[in-house]
């Protein structure tokens, strides 16, 4: 269209500048003839010019209803996740009543029990999915640039995704640009929560390979940041790229279809970037986005082994351009070779200090070349279970992928290190605990009154974890403490030694677990104090790096109450266990004005720390709506009225705060009818019970 306007312009200008050559060269008496061509002339260029502004305000009509468009879809998704969300944790915590009233009744009691314990986990997740999405809602999430490393960072990641896709084959990659630092300044957690949910995304679409490039220097970066491209496998056609980060509830599976994918592009655009998805130019599904960061001058990688001839052989190229990558920033020398077989002839393996071979390579055709100047490095995969004998056999050392340069750097100062033990840091009078925890039966969360008055120190920095583990502790009246990285808990520690227990985080930023435990185990006042790690990773190099550091046993993310129940067991004495207190919820009136805190409390796992947690969260992003809700009103927007009062119907009845919920339902009837002259008298009415719903919260939580 700009191209025929143009064109016309030049039309018309060629016109005049023709009429007006003519003009001068015939004698022409009247000169009325040459006026009417100017008019004509002048005219044609105002309608051209006309015409080319209409245009173009139409243009910035269309971009406009399009912005518009995409956020009446936002907010139209955050609406159809806070309504599936608080119908699921009402019909869940009645399911609870339920069973348990039937507890009271029956003699068999265990399969009530297991179905109480599947509920109370599903309450937890859906609970920890709304506080999350409620703190976004209210701008409460923050961005701290603190010092962390990508190898911890990647390892976390890993193993949350493994911890949830359990035995699902997936070939996960991380290929990180050469001059990257380990170290940087970012915000380790968000981070974190993008690329988790992300991958997870990719693989409950049963994508089997996805490849994560990290840069710092990219054509389509800022400066200072860091540029990510997540591949996959996926065939999906991004016709509509708003849609993806579209969340729908599966009711057979209980999960949020795309949530992490929302929540990752909220938390991408609060860090300063953009999360897209699009198709590749094989029509596969990629994302990008980038975020700001700050080098770091530290870097945690010593290189403390001289150069090494290393020799890689694998199937997949994916898996030999990390490791050659990784290899080659730690210093050594690196061959690689993809192979389609077994039978493929092989390099000699003299000439190498170290042969590192994909796991289906370790067969005895392959083994038998080995020289006894070789040092084996096996690639495996954390995504699945190795059944190679031969592996048994030769016990090698192990990497597994997705490599990070930590474990490769950890895995090669092993292999040439003189052997030694991992108990060195480990005072006698602690037990150490190096297998992974078995869970106890039938635990429910009122059980852990067996730990009463017990003093724990949590080292944590998610925001999320903390309040699942308080809230699954702090009713039992377990007193616990949070640093939110190792340093705080250092200083925590100086000022009291009072605790009996520490819980401890491995990927945090300022300073990691491993390091923390360090230092606690340097100081000999601490030589009775057990630290239980934290971790996504229970890797081998991982589990191996915890014991180095002083660690005396560890727990998987996500954390399991049964798991944590075990823990608990082994490292603290019994405490009275005083029943009594755990009922005290039913010996007082929880009813205040507008809110029945009795239903708020069982449609929050019976946790009250959690409920008060969602109520200050509801607070926080809700509590001022009245105003909304009037100028929706005023300015006839029913369509946004009416998500408002979906958001708030579903919220109301999930925290028990009934009255406002029977409200909302009648504005949504009216808005159904489209009784719109009847809306105004229901603006005082919101506001009056908003402002005692606020009331009442405040008087309760504190």
């Known amino acids: 269209m700009q191209k025929i306007i143009f064109l016309l312009i030049l039309l018309t200008i060629s016109l005049c500048a023709t009429v007006n050559f003519n003009l001068q060269n015939i004698d022409i008496k009247d000169e009325s003839f040459s006026l009417w061509i100017a008019l004509f002339s002048l005219a044609l260029l105002a309608m051209l010019a006309l015409f080319f502004s209409s245009e173009q305000i139409r243009r910035l009509k269309k971009k406009n209803e399009n912005e518009n468009r995409i956020q009446e879809d936002i907010d139209i998704q955050e609406n159809q996740i806070l309504t599936n969300m608080s119908e699921n944790i009402q019909d869940l915590a009645s399911t609870n009543v339920d069973i348990a009233k039937k507890l009271a009744q029956a003699n068999d009691t265990n399969q009530e029990l297991k179905t109480i314990n599947k509920s109370e986990n599903k309450l937890l997740s859906i609970s920890t999915n709304l506080i999350e999405f409620l703190r976004l809602k209210s701008h409460k999430v923050t961005?701290?640039?603190?010092?962390?490393?990508?190898?911890?960072?990647?390892?976390?990641?890993?193993?949350?995704?493994?911890?949830?896709?359990?035995?699902?084959?997936?070939?996960?990659?991380?290929?990180?640009?050469?001059?990257?630092?380990?170290?940087?300044?970012?915000?380790?957690?968000?981070?974190?929560?993008?690329?988790?949910?992300?991958?997870?995304?990719?693989?409950?679409?049963?994508?089997?390979?996805?490849?994560?490039?990290?840069?710092?220097?990219?054509?389509y970066s800022k400066e200072n940041n860091l540029f990510f491209r997540i591949e996959t496998d996926l065939k999906v056609d991004i016709e509509d790229p708003h849609q993806i980060f579209s969340s729908q509830y599966n009711e057979e599976t209980d999960t949020y279809k795309s949530l992490g994918l929302f929540i990752a592009r909220e938390l991408c655009s609060l860090m300063g970037g953009e999360l897209i998805a699009r198709n590749d130019r094989q029509g596969n599904l990629e994302f990008i986005f980038d975020i700001g960061y700050k080098e770091s001058e530290n870097d945690s990688t010593s290189h403390s082994i001289s150069c090494k001839n290393i020799l890689i052989v694998d199937f997949s190229k994916e898996s030999i351009l990390c490791a050659k990558n990784i290899f080659h920033t730690l210093g050594h020398r690196v061959t690689s070779l993809q192979v389609k077989n077994t039978f493929d002839t092989l390099p000699n393996f003299s000439q190498f200090n170290i042969i590192v071979l994909g796991e289906k390579l370790c067969v005895e055709s392959v083994l038998k070349q080995l020289s006894r100047s070789n040092k084996l490095i096996c690639l495996s995969n954390l995504f699945g279970n190795t059944h190679n004998e031969n592996m048994r056999e030769l016990k090698p050392k192990v990497l597994k992928n997705p490599l990070t340069k930590k474990h490769v750097e950890n895995t090669i100062t092993s292999i040439y290190s003189t052997p030694n033990s991992n108990d060195k840091n480990h005072p006698v009078n602690i037990p150490?605990?190096?297998?992974?925890?078995?869970?106890?039966?039938?635990?429910?969360?009122?059980?852990?009154?067996?730990?009463?008055?017990?003093?724990?120190?949590?080292?944590?920095?998610?925001?999320?974890?903390?309040?699942v583990l308080?809230?699954?502790?702090?009713?039992?009246?377990?007193?616990?403490?949070?640093?939110?990285?190792?340093?705080?808990?250092?200083?925590?520690?100086?000022?009291?030694?009072?605790?009996?227990?520490?819980?401890?985080?491995?990927?945090?930023?300022?300073?990691?677990?491993?390091?923390?435990?360090?230092?606690?185990?340097?100081?000999?006042?601490?030589?009775?104090?057990?630290?239980?790690?934290?971790?996504?990773?229970?890797?081998?190099?991982?589990?191996?790096?915890?014991?180095?550091?002083?660690?005396?046993?560890?727990?998987?993310?996500?954390?399991?109450?049964?798991?944590?129940?075990?823990?608990?067991?082994?490292?603290?004495?019994?405490?009275?266990?005083?029943?009594?207190?755990?009922v005290r919820y039913e010996e007082r009136v929880l009813k205040l004005d507008g809110l029945n805190i009795k239903i708020g409390i069982q449609n929050s796992n019976t946790n009250e720390f959690f409920y008060q947690e969602i109520l200050c969260e509801f607070k926080d992003a809700y509590g001022d709506s009245d105003q909304i809700f009037t100028k929706l009103v005023e300015d006839f927007r029913y369509e946004q009225l009416r998500m408002l009062c979906l958001d708030i119907r579903g919220l109301s009845a999930s925290i028990g705060a009934q009255d406002l919920n029977l409200l909302t339902v009648e504005v949504l009837k009216l808005l159904v009818f489209r009784k719109y002259d009847i809306l105004k008298d229901f603006v005082p009415r919101y506001a009056k019970s908003l402002n005692r719903l606020n009331n009442s919260i405040e008087k309760y939580v504190s």
Do not use: W
């Open 432 to 467: 150490i605990y190096k297998s992974i925890f078995k869970d106890t039966p039938d635990i429910t969360l009122h059980q852990f009154s067996k730990f009463r008055e017990t003093n724990i120190l949590l080292v944590e920095d998610n925001f999320i974890n903390q309040k």
């Open 470 to 582: 308080l809230g699954i502790l702090s009713k039992s009246g377990i007193n616990i403490e949070v640093a939110n990285h190792g340093q705080e808990a250092l200083d925590m520690l100086k000022q009291d030694t009072k605790f009996h227990l520490v819980l401890m985080d491995i990927n945090m930023p300022v300073m990691d677990g491993y390091t923390a435990s360090q230092h606690i185990r340097n100081d000999q006042k601490f030589d009775t104090l057990p630290i239980v790690a934290l971790t996504a990773l229970t890797s081998p190099q991982e589990i191996e790096s915890m014991f180095e550091s002083g660690m005396n046993a560890y727990l998987a993310k996500p954390l399991k109450k049964e798991k944590l129940f075990s823990a608990l067991s082994m490292f603290i004495l019994d405490k009275k266990d005083d029943r009594r207190k755990d």
């Open 143 to 219: 961005i701290h640039q603190e010092e962390f490393s990508f190898s911890n960072l990647l390892n976390d990641i890993s193993g949350t995704i493994k911890e949830i896709i359990k035995e699902t084959p997936l070939e996960l990659h991380y290929i990180l640009k050469d001059n990257l630092n380990e170290n940087i300044y970012a915000d380790t957690l968000n981070l974190s929560k993008i690329l988790s949910n992300i991958i997870l995304y990719s693989v409950q679409n049963n994508a089997s390979k996805v490849l994560v490039y990290i840069s710092n220097t990219n054509a």
